[in-house]
């Protein structure tokens, strides 16, 4: 960039001549003079240096005994070799833009080479410049593919890009039947021309071998002009495919991640045959890389979009689901509850000891059937972030309702319960209701995996939250079945119950320990469980005593 510069603001036709022998200088100075340069001579080093620094001339004439304190830096040098002198020749390879000549040269060729040098001097510029100004252009086409997830618009940007940054005729790009992209066609035509084909129908293998072995290679194809290779694979490709529209020239690149290609990207010119430099290949596989990037990913975010609004629409169904089953069996329960407690109550006459026993039976699975429908019920009401009526509670008094009313269950079941509160009367801010909820799904879960004769062990006392402030924690310990090691993550998932469970026939329905996590979390708290198969489960329940 610093050489850019240099030349850029050099005086075209100014020269600084440096020569320790005078006459040699006049006479060089005479014959440029007379082609219309601007002359700055200089004699010795310090001259010389003092000149470049106040002129930035065009190209510096040099005797190669100043040449040892080179600093010509960026400027175009015509090293006048005194044959008497040592001079490494080679080091002039290093100086960029220099040629060397006999001293003292012959006016018409000293002319000719400082003319010579100062036009390759323009022509360095002038590339130099246009692929900067390429590279600025496909750097805006790369951002603006990185700025967008929808492959279509992806497609529809890097043709339109490479058509205006690379002044080409026709910009073609097509994904492969693969299953990491969607199936995508886009072009771009100069003004006035008419389409490739959109579909590439029976050449698309051919194509797909031909990406695939480019991109194994790390490589692309050009053909500066299909006329001169009228039967190479690749000129007679585009031929069958394109017919009359076949490209003139062609850049034929790859797009493709990992083993093999997903694409390809046509760059043509329509008519006139075109070299395609190695700066232009390089920035358009750069592009490619980002082109391949964007598909992937922006396939991907759209299928997990898709998904996203499929599982909506299937939770959205399922608490429709649940609401209307909730209705359709509280009201044909509540009809059964009711004839039960009439039977019971005699209004239809005595009632037999062995209808009495049915009665029970019946009275039970009513209960449960009630206590299905309520956790039902509950899972519908909290989806989302649900609502709080939270006041000041005694964790200690929750836990003896819960346990005075389970303690009957256990009972049936020679289970003992036990629970021993801590000496301090803990009180936290929570949802009264919802806090006995949780509890008593998991005391009513430890009595029923408990065999006859188990224990189960209830304790609170106070704790502190990770971040410090003061909590409760409540555990509910039991001898029970047990849970399988590597179905502990699972039990918490709605509806799931672990196989010795189902395979115990133990009743439930699976929603316990889920709602009693979701309410607790709700009310900012930790629910965690340990489990031994056979040894019995441990709950534990973390509240902060000041609330969510």
């Known amino acids: 960039m610093a050489e850019l510069a240099v030349e850029a603001s050099s005086a075209p036709r100014a020269i ?45 004439v040099m005797d190669s005994a100043l040449a040892g304190g080179h600093a010509a830096e960026g400027v175009p040098v015509l090293l006048l070799v005194n044959l008497a002198d040592e001079f490494d020749l080679g080091a002039v390879d290093n100086w960029g833009d220099a040629d060397y000549i006999l001293n003292p040269p012959r006016p018409e060729e000293l002319v000719h080479r400082v003319e010579t040098l100062i036009g390759r001097a323009r022509e360095r510029h002038r590339i130099r410049s246009g692929a900067e100004a390429l590279r600025e252009s496909l750097r805006k086409v790369s951002a603006a593919i990185r700025s967008t997830n929808d492959p279509q618009q992806i497609a529809d940007l890097v043709v339109s890009g490479f058509g205006g940054a690379l002044d080409a005729d026709r910009v073609w790009f097509a994904t492969f039947r693969d299953e990491r992209v969607p199936r995508i ?27 695939n072995r480019l991109w194994g290679e790390a490589d692309v194809l050009t053909v500066a002009n299909h006329g001169d290779v009228p039967t190479s694979p690749i000129s007679m490709l585009l031929g069958a495919w394109a017919g009359p529209l076949s490209p003139r020239s062609s850049v034929l690149v790859p797009v493709g991640e990992g083993e093999s290609a997903l694409g390809v990207i046509l760059i043509a010119t329509a008519d006139e045959p075109r070299e395609w430099t190695r700066t232009e290949i390089s920035l358009i596989q ?28 299937l939770d959205k169904a399922k608490t429709d689901f649940l609401a209307t089953v909730n209705h359709e069996l509280r009201t044909p329960l509540t009809s059964i509850t009711a004839y039960l407690d009439m039977i019971r109550e005699g209004a239809g ?57 389970l303690r009957p269950l256990a009972d ?8 021993n509160e801590s000496a301090e009367d803990i009180k936290i801010n929570a949802d009264e209701a919802q806090l006995e909820q949780v509890f008593t799904n998991i005391v009513a879960n430890a009595i029923k995996f408990t065999p006859d004769g188990g224990q189960i062990g209830i304790t609170s006392e106070p704790s502190a939250a990770d971040d410090g402030r003061p909590a409760v924690l409540v555990q509910v310990a039991d001898t029970g079945v047990g849970i399988p090691e590597q179905e502990i993550p699972q039990v918490f998932t709605r509806f799931y119950r672990a196989s010795n469970a189902s395979s115990a026939a133990v009743p439930g329905s699976g929603l316990g320990l889920a709602i009693a996590q979701d309410i607790v979390r709700r009310h900012t708290g930790h629910l965690e469980l340990h489990s031994k198969l056979g040894r019995g489960t441990t709950v534990s329940v973390q509240l902060p005593v000041g609330g969510p």
């Open 412 to 419: 049936t079941r020679d289970v003992e319960i036990t629970f």
């Open 349 to 405: 006459g005595p009632v037999p000891e062995g209808i009495q026993r049915m009665v029970e039976v019946i009275s039970r699975n009513s209960d449960r059937l009630r206590r299905l429908i309520e956790d039902m019920l509950t899972v519908s009401k909290q989806e989302g972030t649900g609502s709080l009526n939270l006041k000041r509670v005694d964790i200690g008094q929750v836990l003896q309702i819960v346990v005075a009313t």
């Open 16 to 60: 600084v001549i440096a020569d320790s022998d005078q006459d040699r200088l006049k006479l060089s100075s005479a014959a440029l003079s007379a082609a219309g340069f601007t002359i700055h001579p200089a004699s010795d080093a310090a001259s010389l240096a003092g000149q470049m620094a106040r002129h930035r001339p065009a190209v510096v």
């Open 185 to 211: 066609r886009s072009q771009w035509n100069r003004r006035g021309l008419a389409q490739l084909p959109a579909r590439l129908g029976s050449h698309e293998d051919a194509l797909t071998e031909m990406a």
């Open 286 to 313: 750069h592009v490619a890389g980002n082109v391949a990037h964007g598909l992937i990913q922006g396939h991907l975010i759209s299928a997990q979009q898709q998904v996203l609004q499929q599982l909506r629409q």
